[in-house]
């Protein structure tokens, strides 16, 4: 199974929401930036699938001629 980062934001989500309501500064920080972490991964991942998209693309048109 792949993360993509969506484990990372769910994760961060409750780190942070447990932080606020714990009045735990330390803990809120780390759950946004997990949560930030988890976007880098899914728009990385978001790219790399567009990006092979492409290259599949430019292939079947030099296999064509």
Known sequence: MTNNGK???VVGKVKE???DVTN???LKGEGVLK???GKIKEV???IKDKTEEVIGD???KFDNK
Do not use: H, M
Request: no cysteine.
């Open 35 to 37: 949560q930030v972490e």
């Open 24 to 26: 735990n500064e330390e």
């Open 44 to 46: 990385s991942s978001d």
């Open 7 to 9: 484990i990372d934001k």
């Open 17 to 19: 929401t447990t932080g």
């Open 58 to 60: 430019v292939k079947e």
